[in-house]
């Protein structure tokens, strides 16, 4: 195997995805658009998606990374919306999407259109959690997203495979279908409630922060690997497992919860840079086989297509969010009332993307009896249409549509506030548990030491009262701000001697080692303290 493009590949989309940081445009797109140009480079070599490794081996660490950190009360909260997006909309848009791809290319089985739909039906996790972090959403529209992306996939998967059978000539039935999509979801959501609680076990009894974040590391697979095993949906239990353990991430050690950060900080950085990048680089693959449909008839098809996902969103949008209210007193009560506004960022937050091209890359190249897969080059090709049409088209023109529509903006001061009061009742809380620790003549410490655990304390407490305070006249900076730049000023002057003396030879590297870990937690502390 040739590693040399697999450098490229990722060198290449880390550079752009870390340009992009510092551009208006946000990183998927300007990494779909980068590998699109690329694509056509004269030495570049095909990347073509492999359903088998990016399905089992890219798919679940990003579900697993965008899981853990979503909020599993919010979820639950939102489930009901949630639920209407990730299972009745796939299903809707599979339908809606197949049937028109039925009467719109002539000479496409409906079986072999229904493939279609499955596989532009479900948004990406990726697109989604990505744009939502860029362009600031309301919570609750975010988490909504967030949630449908986390799901949809079970959804459309099953709905692939049932159509793909009914495509090659297998036994495919109603009745066959709706069992295999209970068998998935059920056996999804068992998988994953039976390994959570041993893997959490596991990561708290695990004594050493390395064992735990390698086992952090395998924590996805495992999941996915155990359900597939099983004919259940890996995408389910990935998910159920990464919002148990981020929910009970406090019970981890605090290396543990250190070094895990930094580390899946980085493989997402690195995936989700790579797979878009990927889907840019994917046209020649496409084109390729695209024959006598090539040309502005394709192009028509894929316009036509573009415009029914869009479409089709918004029927399923609107209605599932006002009709529920109007039939249910209970629902009423128990929700927040929904906006058109909200309605309108949710129909249009409908990006597409790496997932629907790998399934399409799975279909079959043959059916039963040995003849070609019904069109199969132009649903490889339409795929692609639809998955760049939605992130180009609604991706850049998101960010201007919300601030068009003037969402409120987060109230800083008031969630500063409620900072402040949990940070004042958790001080309390520690004060008086360090009252009773220094009674008991066990824990004994020199006066100084215990004026010391009294004065950071006092600090925390402060910190984020100080945040509502005005800013610096002169430098504009908030009192946050001057603190941590006077603390990494000491601590530079600090690890600057520390080196000198290493140079010098008054000390050997591996005291210099362990010096400045020293000085990287205290610094690390003093970033945190201040918020």
């Known amino acids: 195997m040739d590693v040399m493009p697999l450098l490229l590949l990722v060198a290449g989309s880390a550079a752009v995805a870390g340009a992009a940081r510092r551009g208006p445009v946000p990183a998927p797109l300007l990494l779909v658009a980068v590998g699109l140009a690329v694509s056509y480079v004269p030495g570049v070599p095909d990347y ?19 899981a853990s950190d979503s909020s599993y009360l919010d979820l639950r909260a939102q489930l009901r919306p949630v639920a209407l997006l990730s299972v009745g909309y796939v299903l809707f848009a599979t339908f809606v999407v197949g049937w028109a791809a039925y009467l719109l290319i002539p000479g496409m089985p409906l079986p072999a259109a ?74 999804g959501v068992g998988v994953g409630l039976v390994l959570m609680a041993p893997l959490h076990w596991l990561r708290t009894h695990l004594s050493e922060p390395l064992l735990q ?11 996915y690997g155990v359900a597939e095993q099983l004919h259940a949906s890996g995408v389910l239990a990935v998910v159920v497992v990464a919002l148990y353990l981020g929910h009970r991430a406090w019970e981890v050690d605090f290396a543990t919860r250190l070094q895990e950060e930094a580390v899946w900080r980085m493989v997402a950085f690195i995936l989700e840079s790579a797979v878009f990048a990927l889907i840019g680089l994917q046209l020649p693959v496409v084109l390729k086989g695209l024959g006598q449909d090539e040309g502005a008839r394709a192009a028509w098809y894929a316009v036509v297509l573009f415009l029914v996902v869009v479409l089709a969103r918004f029927v399923w949008v609107y209605p599932a969010t ?57 649903i490889l090709f339409l795929t692609f249409t639809t998955v760049i049409g939605t992130l180009v088209v609604q991706g ?89 730049r006077l ?35 205290e610094e690390a502390a003093a970033y945190r303290e201040v918020g």
């Open 48 to 66: 073509t998606l492999e359903p088998e490794i990016v399905l089992p081996l890219l798919l679940p660490p990003l579900l697993y990374t965008s």
């Open 114 to 187: 229904l493939v279609l739909g499955a596989v532009v039906a479900p948004p990406d996790a990726v697109a989604a959690t990505a744009v939502a972090r860029r362009v600031g959403l309301p919570s609750r529209i975010t988490t909504i997203l967030q949630g449908e992306s986390l799901l949809n996939d079970a959804t459309a998967i099953t709905a692939y495979k049932v159509a793909v059978a009914a495509a090659v000539g297998a036994a495919a039935t109603w009745e066959g279908g709706i069992r295999e999509f209970l068998i998935a979801a059920v056996g």
């Open 213 to 223: 974040n390698t086992l952090s590391l395998l924590i996805p697979f495992v999941a």
């Open 322 to 378: 006002f009709l529920p209210r109007l039939w249910s007193a209970r629902i009423r009560e128990r929700e927040e009332n929904p906006t058109w506004k909200g309605a309108m960022v949710t129909g249009w937050a409908g990006m597409r993307g790496v997932v629907s091209l790998a399934i399409a890359f799975s279909i079959p190249a043959t059916v039963h009896g040995g003849l070609p897969f019904p069109q199969r080059n132009l």
């Open 396 to 484: 850049l023109s998101l960010p201007p549509l919300i601030g068009l529509l003037k969402f409120p903006g987060r109230d800083r001061q008031a969630e500063t506030l409620a900072e402040a009061n949990a940070q004042a009742q958790a001080s309390r809380a520690a004060e008086s548990r360090l009252d009773d620790l220094l009674s008991d003549e066990r824990n004994a410490l020199p006066p100084p030491l215990a004026d010391r655990l009294r004065t950071v304390l006092e600090r925390r407490r402060n910190a984020v009262w100080e945040r509502l305070g005005q800013v610096n006249p002169v430098t504009g900076e908030s009192v946050d701000d001057t603190y941590r």
């Open 487 to 521: 603390s990494r000023e000491m601590i530079s002057a600090e690890r600057e001697v520390f080196v000198r003396l290493r140079d010098l030879r008054y000390i050997d590297d591996e005291m210099l080692r362990a010096l400045l870990r020293r000085l990287d937690l």
